[in-house]
């Protein structure tokens, strides 16, 4: 049995105050100093610490904070004085995309490594914007799995990077041609540039071992300098319009390089494979209005082989007043592709809007190879998302005071617990392989469809704006 | 039942009646949720007006007392009492009365579980009775934004015919194939379903089952074994025999009417169920006869199916060792579950329960509630429609699960295409249930339901908790009686698939 893909993880608890969905408050002039106090009776003994809490100033609200809302003590309390309140810096978390749940779940899997586990069903909407419109398939009696019966081990999440010839042409057994260079991942996620309001040198040297330890590629701008050349391998230089470039050994160690989309990609392809032959080239396309079309252009193009399409950091388009969704866009150049013949020659990265694992898993069913991602390993290291990060302003998560370990443990964590997720999917649709995911809509059930085949036949037409 | 046929069941104990009496079960907790609160300030007088205009008995003094006591905030019906001359606000001489929405009201439940349908359920649990419409809880649905929270009854005027609550029928039949095997009825078209001694106590179990005795319906083992305290209920149980086979032995097979096959459920589709080490006590390893403190995993499939074929190789298998019981076969919702549910019955099932994706009350990873297979409310008409084209819909009932909260939920299900339905958060939340998730892990359920720690568990009593069932099902099926009476319709039996009873409010319901 070939080795099998892990990731080494350990709990790295978070360095500020943890920041709970509930609060409790605590009305203490109506106190009736009872001796069967409820707080006693906490289960998670919350109140135990209390004293200590007390002291330490700085961290006086984690106490209220961290309260799980059962509201035990708030039905038992003889006085009736306790009262339980989402916390006003919960609501405050992310924004209308990164929504507070995603911001603390995941700060959770950063922590522990862990797949969150809870009891009592689903609480969240019927149905939602973007990746939350769709439902993966699983398999059930008549059809077990797609891919036979196979053990969660069996499970490969593999996938490869570059362009793969539909056919050999062959000069009698010998192929005509040598095949053209691919890049293997043990997983289909990219670490990617970090925007420019959140880059930070510590950052970088984190990000470059997380990719590292990972086994994962992580784009860098050509300016960067690896504290450690062993990491080159799991480093891709973007080389932007006026990027630095990069030296010829330095670059020779690398497996894959990102470019900026322009008129002249295919030149500036040739001349990096010039210098390094087997490295795999991937096209940076900005999905603006032009960016679907781009995108199928480029495909067409026989030096391209990897292309990299992005949309905005919530999934989508980019400078459009009626944008559309990462998912449709990416549903759109698939089919198109198919439809050209020429699906399988490209390799496609898609980014923007990956917030959780489950939208790795939608992304690649809708189109995608692999994906990229750079915000949710941000918020691994307890970023709000808050969206001041401009100097001056003080930052809640004191990113700019990192220390290395952290970051790398709490990254490595959060990318060992989307993986582990990803193999939970894989397993309920019955897929062995993250490959065979790819545009597999067959696996995958969209809201509007489901709503058409059941509701539509009953109710007639939906009405406009919906 | 007293005959049983040849082969099933060797040792057979003396069952306990339960009694189908609505009895008041307030909550067991000192101060209740309210959704407004009563504020009185310095200014008070102690004039006592206000003990005389409300007629909800918010305000309280106590004989021979001078101030008044902490309100009763939670009988309050807030702002709307301006309407009928009580409000106690406005009499005040002294302006020294506030009603305002409770800020905690915030803090409780979810889109699927609005504190609205929470407070309604523990109302009904209490009295037996639904609210009275001046409390203004919206119980009918919850605020998912999709699904059943759109699906309304298009109700006459003026119902078609006049029909007595005593006229309508809320019995179904569980056994449609006329196979030779008992016609099981239920008296209401719903019945508890699984969950495990180990993801809940068994003071819940036990409670669900007397609950099914005094309603005549059933209850389900969940996979973790069938405690021998529910012998006295074997004839309203279903034990369940799923991928982990946990106490499973052809002597529990023996016992029960109904044997349910659970292929998967519908909080995580595709994945076995989930008990994690915390909750795998002593008493817990030692009915499902394994080693403490590790976390359950049942694997998923069956390994022991891969085709229709194994699945009637299962089912032959049970009504061998079971001359008398009826075949359940629980399944999720995968885009073929119309294939499976026709699948199923050419294997012989009497029954095929669907049970969709936002149900669920064990453990379950947050990726797969969400994102796993398709809500039940698609999958209803679905299969209902697919067992009709094929020319079987009337040899096999329909039961669906995974979100039914309210009797009116059972109501549009129904209507949708199903014979009945099961439910399992709802009695949960009738037990005082929050729904605060947090009885996946740790020391399990902080309210007493669902967790097997000893000192937990002791914070239910099995008579309160049979009550709140009897009580919560109780109101259910007065206010389902009370939608047929609306309707015309002399049983639920007749309102299964009338989807023309049914209107969506994100569509334009043009088609006739």
């Excluded at chain 1, 086994?215 to 319009?241: H, K, Q, T, V, W």
């Excluded at chain 2, 309604?120 to 605020?143: I, L, V």
Aim: hydrophobic share 35%; with cysteine.
């Amino acid at each position: 049995m070939p080795e099998k893909y892990h990731i080494q993880t350990q709990p790295v608890p978070p360095r500020r105050p943890r920041i709970g969905k509930h609060g409790v408050v605590d009305w203490r002039e109506d106190c009736a100093r009872c001796h069967n106090c409820v707080k006693k009776a906490c289960v998670y003994d919350r109140y135990k610490q209390e004293a200590e809490y007390i002291r330490n100033l700085s961290d006086v609200d984690a106490l209220f904070f961290e309260c799980m809302g059962c509201f035990s003590c708030v039905q038992n309390c003889t006085k009736g004085i306790l009262c339980l309140s989402i916390n006003p810096a919960y609501e405050k978390l992310g924004n209308k995309y990164w929504k507070p749940d995603i911001i603390k779940t995941t700060w959770v899997q950063a922590e522990t490594a862990k797949i969150p586990v809870s009891g009592a069903g689903y609480r969240g909407p019927f149905s939602g914007h973007g990746f939350d419109s769709m439902w993966t398939d699983m398999s059930e009696i008549v059809r077990p799995t797609r891919d036979g019966i196979h053990g969660r081990e069996y499970i490969s999440t593999s996938v490869d990077i570059g362009r793969k010839p539909s056919y050999l042409s062959l000069n009698g057994t010998q192929p005509v041609a040598g095949l053209p260079p691919l890049v293997s991942l043990p997983m289909p996620l990219i670490i990617d540039l970090s925007s420019p309001a959140h880059t930070l040198p510590k950052l970088d040297a984190a990000i470059e071992q997380t990719a590292g330890d990972t086994g994962l590629i992580a784009i860098m701008d050509s300016s960067y300098r690896p504290m450690d050349e062993a990491n080159l391998e799991n480093i891709a230089f973007y080389l932007g319009p006026d990027s630095p470039p990069v030296p010829d050994a330095m670059l020779r160690k690398t497996r894959l390089v990102e470019i900026a989309d322009g008129p002249a990609v295919a030149e500036r392809i040739k001349e990096i494979k010039k210098i390094h032959p087997q490295i795999v080239a991937a096209i940076r396309v900005e999905l603006t209005a032009a960016g679907i079309g781009r995108a199928i252009e480029l495909a067409g193009l026989g030096e391209v082989e990897v292309i990299h399409v992005v949309a905005d950091a919530n999934g989508n388009e980019l400078t459009a007043q009626k944008p559309r969704f990462l998912k449709d866009m990416l549903r759109q150049i698939h089919t198109t592709l198919i439809e050209k013949g020429i699906r399988d020659e490209i390799t496609l990265m898609a980014g923007g809007g990956i917030a959780l694992p489950e939208h790795m898993a939608k992304a690649i069913i809708c189109g995608a190879d692999l994906i990229t991602i750079n915000l949710p390993l941000l918020v691994a290291l307890e970023c709000h998302l808050c969206d001041s990060c401009r100097p001056g302003t003080p930052c809640p998560a004191r990113l700019e005071k990192i220390d290395f370990k952290y970051a790398v443990g709490r990254m490595t964590n959060l990318i060992a617990a989307w993986h582990d997720q990803l193999i939970e999917l894989m397993g309920a649709m019955g897929m062995r392989e993250a490959r065979r995911l790819r545009g597999d809509v067959g696996r995958a059930m969209f809201f509007e469809n489901l709503e058409e085949e059941t509701f539509g036949k009953l109710f007639g037409a939906r009405k406009a704006g919906l | 039942m007293n005959t049983l046929p040849e082969n099933t069941l060797k040792t057979r104990v003396p069952q306990e009646e339960v009694e189908r009496v609505v009895k008041p079960a307030p909550s067991r907790y000192r101060n209740e949720i309210a959704k407004y609160i009563v504020h009185r300030s310095l200014d008070c007088e102690r004039c006592g007006k206000c003990l005389e205009v409300c007629t909800h008995g918010v305000h309280v003094r106590k004989p021979g007392f001078e101030y008044f006591g902490e309100p009763n905030h939670h009988l309050c019906i807030g702002p709307a009492c301006a309407k009928n001359g009580h409000y106690c606000v406005a009499q005040c001489p002294k302006q020294a009365l506030q009603i305002r929405e409770n800020p905690m009201y915030r803090a409780l439940g979810d889109c699927r579980w609005s504190a609205d349908l929470i407070l309604a359920t523990w109302k009904m649990a209490e009295t037996g009775e639904a609210p009275s419409d001046e409390y203004d809880f919206n119980y009918e649905c919850g605020d998912s934004g999709g699904g059943f929270d759109k699906l309304r009854f298009k109700f006459p005027k003026q119902p078609p015919i006049k029909l007595d609550a005593d006229q309508i029928d809320t019995s179904i039949s569980l056994n449609k194939r006329k196979d030779g095997r008992p016609e099981i009825k239920i008296d209401v078209p719903w019945y508890g379903g699984g969950m495990s001694f180990g993801s809940v106590s068994n003071v819940t179990q036990l409670s669900k089952a007397r609950a099914a005795v005094a309603w005549n319906t059933f209850t389900c083992t969940g996979e973790g074994g069938y405690m021998e305290r529910m012998r006295p209920y074997d004839d309203h149980m279903i034990t369940q025999v799923a991928t982990g086979l946990f106490g499973v032995r052809e002597e529990t097979i023996q016992r029960v009417p109904i044997v349910e096959f659970k292929y998967a459920q519908g909080a995580k589709p595709g994945l076995g169920g989930h008990l994690l080490g915390d909750k795998n006590t002593p008493a817990v390893a030692r009915m499902r006869e394994t080693v403490l403190g590790i976390s359950l995993f049942s694997p998923f499939p069956f390994h022991s199916v891969y085709s229709i074929e194994d699945h009637m190789k299962h089912i032959d298998w049970v009504k061998h060792v079971n001359r008398r019981a009826l075949i359940s076969t629980k399944v999720s919702t995968p885009t073929d579950v119309d294939m499976v549910a026709v699948g199923s019955y050419s294997a012989g099932t009497h029954i095929v329960h669907i049970d969709g994706g936002y149900g669920g009350t064990g453990a379950a990873p947050d990726i797969a509630k969400k994102n796993i297979a398709m809500p039940i409310e698609y999958a209803i008409g679905k299969v209902h429609n697919f067992l009709t084209d094929e020319g079987v819909r009337d040899k096999m009932t329909l039961i669906a699960s995974g979100g039914i909260r309210s009797a009116h939920d059972i109501a549009k299900a129904i209507a949708l295409g199903a014979d009945g339905v099961v439910v399992g958060t709802a009695e949960l939340v009738a037990l005082g249930c929050v729904r605060c998730s947090l009885c996946a892990s740790g020391r399990g359920c902080p309210r007493g339901i669902a967790t097997t720690d000893p000192e937990l568990c002791g914070k239910m009593d099995l008579d309160w908790g049979t009550q709140r069932l009897v009580n919560l099902y109780s109101a259910w099926r007065k206010t389902l009686v009370g939608i047929l009476q609306r309707l015309g319709l002399r049983s639920v039996a007749e309102l299964r698939g009338r989807t023309d009873l049914l209107m969506h409010l994100d569509y334009t319901n043009d088609i006739r």
